[in-house]
């Protein structure tokens, strides 16, 4: 069965488990200029900084309209917001078949141990998807215009650190990540974790359909070796041609000028960590984290559905910590 395609993450259907059971879910759960470390640079603060947001610490429900079309999103703010802090913003994009609240509750991301210094946003895709799949019901140029316009309403609103926007996702929402870091709109951004990303858009060598505004880019990948639906050795998916995941790596380590790569194992040699040396010296700017024995579905050490619907349990390590660390490190020049 081809893989990678509109039903690579579909633990949210009434099939596999009803929704009194996600209630329940959600109820208990709810350096150089070109790469500097996220410490060294002053916040930049947006036009949002002064309002007043009362509904803090909890998710809201947002509106846009883009390309004419109607779009819409979730925030959730820390707890204690500082309407005079500029705040650094994650952007996390759900995989196919799904929406931003079960991305937002399958990594837990919105709880303060993972974010209580960050807002995150969750931004909904067009018929449950992202662009860039043959089965997307937009074109990428679309999307990409949406998160323009996502970021334009968020400087607006919130108090924003305009140097430390990020991007992360899963699936199809990990693809779209790729996307946006191979596209002038990627500039917007500090820096990028994609998660078991179908990359449908980035499957052509370096250049082929990616031209990163800046090297280096951070951008840190994190994939299942036994994944059945985003294979790790590449092939057709049923959303169009995926790269293998190694080769996909090389072309980001040229495109990031990385130097040389170091491999750390653990976890009984089930868990493999590549960091690379790039562009002027950056360390860490690329990143790799490969987990032999797992599946399609959002690395953690505590079960979430991702990991039921390919019938696994907890993995080794905790994806939302290893993302948000990794974005603590970079600030956009």
């Known amino acids: 069965m081809p893989s990678g395609g509109p039903r690579t993450f579909p633990w949210h259907r009434a099939t596999m488990h ?101 807002i995150m946003v969750y931004p909904n895709g067009v018929g449950g998807a992202w662009a860039g799949a043959n089965y997307s019901e937009l074109s990428v140029d679309e999307d990409l215009q949406f998160v323009t316009d996502l970021l334009t309403e968020l400087r607006d609103e919130y108090c924003v650190d305009d140097s430390r926007i990020y991007a992360t996702g899963i699936s199809n929402g990990g693809g779209f990540v790729n996307a946006i870091a191979c596209s002038p709109v990627g500039d917007e951004f500090a820096a990028f974790a994609p998660a078991s990303g179908a990359y449908y858009t980035d499957n052509a060598g370096v250049t082929g359909g990616c031209s990163p505004t800046r090297s280096p880019l951070p951008v840190l990948e994190i994939h299942g070796g036994s994944d059945a639906s985003v294979l790790y050795d590449g092939g057709v998916g049923e959303g169009g041609m995926e790269p293998a995941i190694p080769t996909w790596l090389g072309w980001w380590a040229e495109r990031n000028a990385c130097t040389s790569s170091k491999v750390e194992d653990s976890f009984g040699g089930d868990v493999h960590h590549t960091m690379w040396t790039c562009a002027d010296g950056v360390e860490g700017a690329l990143q790799h984290w490969k987990i032999d024995d797992m599946g399609h579905c959002w690395a953690s050490t505590e079960i979430n559905f991702s990991q039921i619907s390919v019938l696994e349990g907890p993995t080794h390590i905790q994806a939302s910590q290893i993302v948000m660390d990794f974005f603590d490190k970079f600030t956009k020049p």
């Open 18 to 118: 009803p929704l009194s059971y996600i209630a329940g879910f959600i109820a208990a759960s709810v350096t150089p200029a070109l790469a500097a470390p996220a410490a060294t640079l002053q916040a930049r603060a947006t036009a949002g900084c002064g309002k007043t947001h009362l509904l803090r610490g909890i998710t809201t429900y947002h509106g846009l309209t883009s390309s004419g079309r109607d779009r819409s999103y979730s925030v959730h703010l820390p707890g204690d917001y500082d309407k005079s802090r500029p705040y650094p913003v994650v952007l996390g994009f759900h995989g196919s078949s799904s929406i931003g609240l079960f991305f937002e509750v399958d990594t837990k991301m919105s709880e303060s141990r993972f974010s209580a210094n960050k």
